[in-house]
C-alpha cells in the first residue's frame, strides 16, 4: 500500500485527478477475456490519450458476467499496464458480500490504488440508513485501501446525500461515484467535498463542474476514450484548460466535441450500449470484440448506421 488507512483521504486528494476512464473489456470469439487487446487499449490511452486513471471491472466492464478468477486477473493486467503511469481504482462490487471483500482484499494485495464499491441490491429496505452505513463499515474495517463509494439508479434506489455523507466519516472512503442528478451531486458535493471527491460520470456536465464546484476529478465513464484519438485531444484539452481557469476558451474546445457526441447518441441502437460502444472503439483503432450475454451483438445494418455517423462526426485519426 501507498499509504495507510488513515492517511487515505488526504492521499486520494493529492492523487486522484484529472480524467478517469471505466474500461470496456474486451471478449475473444470465443467469449474468453482478450487480455492483449486490453493491454494495448490501456497503453493507448495512457500513452495516447493521457487518461489519468482507469475505472476496472465495472458495470462497462461486464463484471456481471465474468468469474470471480476473471475479474481478479482483470485487475492484475491492469495494476500491471498502469504501474508509475496511470492510476487504478477497480469495482469490487457483487451482490454477495463475501465476494466483494474477497475481490476487495485482492485489489488491496495485488496493487490496485483504490477500490469502488456499489451501494447494495436491498430488496424490502426502505429505511436504509443503518444498513448501508453497516455495509460500508464493514469494507473499512477489514480493509486499508482507499473506498469509493457508488450510487445509481441501477440498484433500485439512490443513496441521499445525507447517508453518503454520514459513510464519508469513515476513514478510508475517499470519494463517490454518484449517478444522480445534478441538483443531488452539488448538494452532496457542498455538504462534504472538502473530505472526499465526489464525481459523476456525466461528461456534458464535467467542465461545469469544474468552474462551479471546483472539482478536480471526473469518475468516470467511457467518453475519455471515445471521443478523442491520438491525434484528437480535446476532451483532455478542455480539462486543462478550465484547470487553468480559461473557461471561455474550455468552453470552445468543449463545444466543438458536439457533433461526436450528437453521431453517438443517434447512432446508439437502444439496448446495445456495450456493443456500441466496443464497436465505436473498433472504428477509432483499439480493440473491441465481443460482449457476453445477457448483453446483446449489433447486428450488420446497425454496424453500417454507427460507421457512416462516425465517418461524418469530425474526430480526427
Not at 487480455?35 to 476496472?56: P, T
Not at 456481471?64 to 476473471?70: A, G
Not at 476513514?171 to 443531488?184: D, G
Not at 456493443?275 to 446497425?302: I, N, S
Request: aromatic letters at 10%; one cysteine or more.
Amino acid at each position: 500500500m501507498k499509504y495507510s488507512k488513515f492517511d487515505a483521504k488526504e492521499y486520494a486528494r493529492e492523487n486522484m485527478k484529472g480524467i478517469w476512464a471505466a474500461a470496456l473489456n474486451p471478449f475473444n470469439d470465443d467469449l474468453s477475456l482478450n487480455e492483449a487487446g486490453l493491454r494495448s487499449n490501456i497503453r493507448h490511452w495512457i500513452d495516447d490519450l493521457k487518461i489519468q486513471g482507469l475505472f476496472v471491472a465495472g458495470k462497462q466492464g461486464e463484471f456481471f458476467s465474468m468469474s470471480v478468477p476473471e475479474r481478479k486477473r482483470n485487475f492484475e493486467i491492469s495494476v500491471d499496464e498502469c504501474a508509475g503511469k496511470a492510476g487504478v481504482i477497480v469495482s469490487v462490487s457483487d451482490q454477495n458480500m463475501e465476494v466483494a471483500l474477497d475481490l476487495a482484499h485482492h485489489a488491496q494485495n495485488c496493487g490496485a490504488d483504490y477500490i469502488v464499491l456499489h451501494a447494495p441490491v436491498l430488496s424490502f429496505v426502505h429505511d436504509r440508513g443503518d444498513v448501508l452505513y453497516q455495509y460500508y463499515k464493514r469494507f473499512c474495517d477489514e480493509l486499508d485501501i482507499g473506498i469509493a463509494m457508488w450510487s445509481h439508479p441501477d440498484s433500485g434506489y439512490l443513496m441521499q446525500p445525507e447517508e453518503c455523507a454520514r459513510i464519508a466519516e469513515l476513514p478510508n472512503i475517499v470519494a463517490i461515484k454518484y449517478s444522480v442528478p445534478r441538483e443531488m451531486y452539488a448538494r452532496l458535493h457542498h455538504m462534504i467535498g472538502d473530505k472526499i471527491q465526489v464525481s459523476t460520470s456525466a461528461e456534458d456536465e464535467w467542465l461545469d463542474n469544474i468552474e462551479e464546484l471546483g472539482w478536480q476529478l471526473y469518475l468516470c465513464s467511457s467518453p475519455p476514450y471515445q471521443l478523442q484519438t491520438a491525434n484528437d485531444l480535446r476532451m483532455h484539452d478542455y480539462t486543462q484548460l478550465a484547470f487553468s481557469g480559461r473557461f471561455d476558451e474550455a468552453r470552445k474546445v468543449r463545444d466543438s466535441l458536439n457533433p461526436v457526441r450528437d453521431a453517438m447518441k443517434a447512432t446508439r441502437p437502444p439496448g446495445k450500449p456495450t456493443a456500441f460502444g466496443k464497436y465505436w472503439q473498433e472504428l477509432l483503432g483499439q480493440v473491441g470484440g465481443r460482449v457476453r450475454a445477457p448483453m446483446l451483438e449489433l447486428t450488420g445494418a446497425e454496424k453500417d448506421v454507427i460507421r457512416r455517423g462516425f465517418a461524418e462526426c469530425g474526430l480526427r485519426l
